[in-house]
């Protein structure tokens, strides 16, 4: 099972707004509306963002929305702030042979 | 408080075995499937294997196949990966990660380190 495709890097200005995408195939993304998204601080846990496509976790701020269309996941920051500096990860539903696929990561920098 | 806590980490010869455990409190563990993913030095995140709530469903990533294997005690709520022929690309933080109903592992251990080198 291939790693979904992330972009390295993408960088914002705060008070922006930025859009990282997560491509896979119709065997994971495009099959399932089972992608989950993750945010990661050097040195910390990942932290849960985003869960089936579209939906916040409580406590997760709603300048955080995800989304899908076709066989590539989104993730949306908005009104960027500096603690949003962080490595970001899509995960997806594989099917019951590879059961969880993930996005190789995205570095947020906040410029 | 959802708490994970993974042990059984360390430095390990090519070829040589581990058992890595993650005792878990705060919630109903035999209600959850759960899921090992780790994380090379400088790398990204990689699931690694998958057991559902009963132990009867398991799914391992490709390169660990035959060589890893997941397995749970209710009882004891206690997750485990027994790994085995440890190469050094095995080299990496390893997670335990609670797996919500559908999608997303919304608690995650605060990780033990495996490192495979002679």
């Known amino acids: 099972q291939s790693a979904l495709t992330q972009p390295r890097s993408v960088s914002g200005s705060p008070g922006q707004s930025v859009a990282i995408s997560c491509t896979g195939t119709s065997n994971d993304v495009g099959g399932y509306n089972y992608v989950s998204w993750y945010q990661q601080h050097p040195g910390k846990v990942p932290k849960l963002m985003i869960y089936d496509v579209s939906q916040r976790p409580s406590g997760v701020p709603d300048r955080f929305s995800g989304s899908k269309s076709g066989n590539t996941a989104s993730l949306t920051i908005s009104g960027l702030q500096a603690d949003d500096e962080a490595d970001y990860y899509c995960c997806s539903h594989a099917g019951y042979n590879s059961h969880w696929v993930f996005g190789g990561g995205t570095k947020l920098t906040v410029l | 408080e959802v708490q994970l806590v993974e042990s059984g980490g360390g430095l390990v010869q090519p070829g040589g075995s581990l058992r890595l455990s993650c005792g878990v409190s705060?919630?109903?563990?035999?209600?959850?499937?759960m899921n090992w993913v780790r994380q090379a030095p400088g790398k990204g995140l990689e699931w690694v294997s998958y057991?559902?709530?009963?132990?009867?469903?398991?799914d391992y990533e490709d390169s660990v196949k035959g060589r890893f294997t997941v397995s749970r005690d209710n009882a004891k709520n206690s997750l485990y990966l027994q790994m085995n022929s440890l190469r050094a690309e095995d080299t990496a933080v390893y997670f335990c990660?609670?797996?919500?109903?559908?999608?997303?592992?919304?608690?995650w251990g605060q990780g033990t380190l495996v490192t495979v080198s002679s």
């Open positions: 705060g919630f109903t563990f035999s209600s959850y499937e």
């Open positions: 057991i559902s709530s009963s132990g009867s469903n398991i």
């Open positions: 990660a609670r797996e919500r109903q559908t999608s997303g592992f919304d608690s």
